[in-house]
């Protein structure tokens, strides 16, 4: 599985959106692209996935270039609660099974 | 996630116990796992099982073992505890086929400190 870039650490105002930015520049053409994050100590909450196209649900969007080999998480309004680690994965689709690692992910910080 | 439990939730044990943690999962899932994680560092694969009969190594499998012992049971051993061994454990499941195999539910983490 490809690996993932993340920064360590952002901030973001409270109500406005916050973009998450991932590299991968080495993922393969079969490989999808998964956001999950963790809030405090609690299990991982899983957020978005996406292959080419990009995606949207009632948390978030998911922007993937062109090329593949990045991403963008926005929490389009995003509140203190969304203060949390976010890990972006890359993996071969779930038919394989979660077998890799998740990386040291980027903290978001929410102010007020 | 109440679908996924994790017993104990906390736990203290000296160096050299064995110690078991539990897992259960009511999502019928076929696979599950376990992970380790430590301070301000990401998760790392400790076991994995795709259905009952199969149990595979993850990244870190030294010092652990794991028992199957249903679908809907996953347990993880430490057979003789190391203070290194203090981390943070979770256990997670999935499903085996789209479009649920795209997530994997976290249980809400046992927090062992081996002294």
Same mark, same amino acid.
């Given at each position: 599985?490809?690996?993932?870039?993340?920064?360590?650490?952002?901030?973001?105002?409270?109500?406005?959106?916050?973009? =998450?930015?991932?590299? %991968?520049? &080495?993922?393969?053409?079969?490989?999808?692209? $998964?956001?999950?994050?963790?809030?405090?100590?609690? #299990?991982?909450?899983?957020?978005?996935?996406?292959?080419?196209?990009?995606?949207?649900?009632?948390?978030?969007?998911?922007?993937?270039?062109?090329?593949?080999?990045?991403?963008? =998480?926005?929490?389009? %309004?995003? &509140?203190?609660?969304?203060?949390?680690?976010? $890990?972006?994965?890359?993996?071969?689709?779930?038919? #394989?099974?979660?077998?890799?690692?998740?990386?040291?992910?980027?903290?978001?910080?929410?102010?007020? | 996630?109440?679908?996924?439990?994790?017993?104990?939730?906390?736990?203290?044990?000296?160096?050299?116990?064995?110690?078991?943690?539990?897992?259960?999962?009511?999502?019928?899932?076929?696979?599950?796992?376990?992970?380790?994680?430590?301070?301000?560092?990401?998760?790392?694969?400790?076991?994995?099982?795709?259905?009952?009969?199969?149990?595979?190594?993850?990244?870190?499998?030294?010092?652990?073992?794991?028992?199957?012992?249903?679908?809907?049971?996953?347990?993880?051993?430490?057979?003789?505890?190391?203070?290194?061994?203090?981390?943070?454990?979770?256990?997670?499941?999935?499903?085996?086929?789209?479009?649920?195999?795209?997530?994997?539910?976290?249980?809400?983490?046992?927090?062992?400190?081996?002294?």
């Amino acid at each position: 599985d490809a690996k993932t870039t993340q920064p360590p650490s952002m901030d973001c105002a409270e109500g406005r959106a916050a973009n =998450l930015p991932c590299n %991968h520049s &080495t993922i393969s053409g079969n490989e999808y692209v $998964y956001w999950y994050r963790q809030i405090h100590s609690q #299990g991982p909450q899983y957020i978005i996935h996406g292959l080419k196209n990009n995606e949207t649900n009632e948390m978030a969007s998911l922007i993937i270039t062109e090329d593949r080999k990045s991403s963008t =998480l926005i929490l389009p %309004h995003a &509140t203190l609660r969304d203060t949390a680690v976010y $890990y972006c994965i890359v993996r071969v689709d779930g038919t #394989g099974g979660f077998k890799t690692i998740f990386g040291a992910g980027t903290r978001l910080f929410v102010k007020a | 996630d109440a679908d996924v439990t994790q017993t104990p939730r906390n736990r203290i044990t000296k160096t050299g116990k064995r110690i078991m943690l539990e897992c259960s999962q009511t999502k019928g899932h076929d696979r599950m796992y376990w992970y380790r994680q430590d301070p301000g560092l990401g998760l790392r694969l400790i076991y994995y099982s795709f259905d009952v009969k199969d149990i595979n190594k993850g990244e870190i499998s030294d010092g652990y073992s794991v028992s199957r012992q249903a679908q809907a049971k996953f347990s993880l051993s430490l057979e003789s505890a190391i203070p290194n061994q203090t981390a943070l454990y979770f256990c997670a499941t999935s499903d085996s086929t789209p479009p649920g195999s795209y997530e994997q539910y976290f249980g809400p983490g046992t927090r062992l400190t081996v002294t």
